[in-house]
């Protein structure tokens, strides 16, 4: 399968004015195409730091970050623009990397045709529930057909209730798209019920601790939650990150 994402000995250190402060230190893993993975580690060990350096945003003091394709970034706000329409949100990166071809246009109106937003293109932002705003944003992103989806916690600002179901429904979604996907949660249940395989981190300066391949009979995570196998799965992840 081929590789889509790759870090090699990644060591990151800021420069305060209290002196430095290392973020990652020694942090190797990759990610392979097709895969939804989760990241998960103690709060505060660096995990959106990973995301930045994969997107390029940061540049590692030191190893190696090979990304293979183009990115989507996903964020924990929707960040749809309120005085534009969902149509025309959905345009928005075609405008502005210069792409806003009809053929790219169509593509887009086929991706909301095809998700249930077909019906509410017309609409803007305050008249759709989180939920079918988040799903704008990930279509949104979908619009430029990205190799891998990088997932900044994108349900933390959402209800519990309503977290549950959109977790689900981005996952459809990005399974039905055959995206390759990077989630940083901070949640245990919902990596264990979205991803393919988990990485593990150490509190700060974050390495890999470990990374797991999950097991589950079915990719819906809302149908993997009721399975007996998510319980020992959760409760190994819990053990990890609280020795």
């Known amino acids: 399968m081929k590789e889509i994402l790759a870090f090699e000995n990644v060591r990151l250190t800021y420069h305060t004015r209290q002196g430095e402060v290392t973020a990652l230190k020694g942090l190797t893993f990759s990610l392979r195409e097709g895969e939804f993975a989760a990241m998960i580690g103690p709060s505060g060990c660096g995990k959106s730091t990973v995301l930045s350096l994969a997107a390029g945003l940061l540049q590692p003091s030191e190893g190696k970050v090979a990304l293979?394709?183009?990115i989507g970034y996903m964020l924990q706000r929707d960040e749809l623009f309120p005085w534009r329409t969902i149509e025309k949100?959905?345009?928005?990166?075609?405008?502005?990397?210069?792409?806003?071809t009809?053929?790219?246009?169509?593509?887009?109106?086929?991706?909301?045709?095809?998700?249930?937003?077909?019906?509410?293109?017309?609409s803007y932002p305050s008249e759709l529930s989180g939920g079918m705003r988040q799903r704008a944003a990930l279509i949104r992103t979908l619009v430029m057909e990205p190799d891998l989806l990088l997932l900044d916690e994108p349900f933390s600002a959402l209800d519990y209730q309503t977290r549950l179901l959109v977790a689900a429904d981005v996952a459809r979604i990005i399974r039905g798209e055959k995206k390759t996907a990077l989630l940083i949660t901070h949640d245990i249940s919902e990596a264990v019920s979205l991803a393919d395989r988990i990485f593990v981190l150490t509190a700060r300066p974050a390495r890999l601790?470990?990374?797991h391949e999950t097991d589950f009979c079915s990719s819906d995570p809302l149908k993997r939650r009721e399975e007996p196998r998510f319980s020992g799965w959760f409760e190994k992840l819990w053990r990890e990150l609280n020795p």
């Open 89 to 100: 949100n959905l345009y928005l990166p075609l405008e502005v990397q210069k792409k806003n």
């Open 209 to 211: 601790l470990s990374a």
């Open 68 to 70: 293979h394709g183009s």
């Open 102 to 122: 009809p053929e790219r246009r169509e593509r887009a109106l086929a991706l909301a045709e095809k998700y249930g937003l077909a019906g509410f293109l017309k």
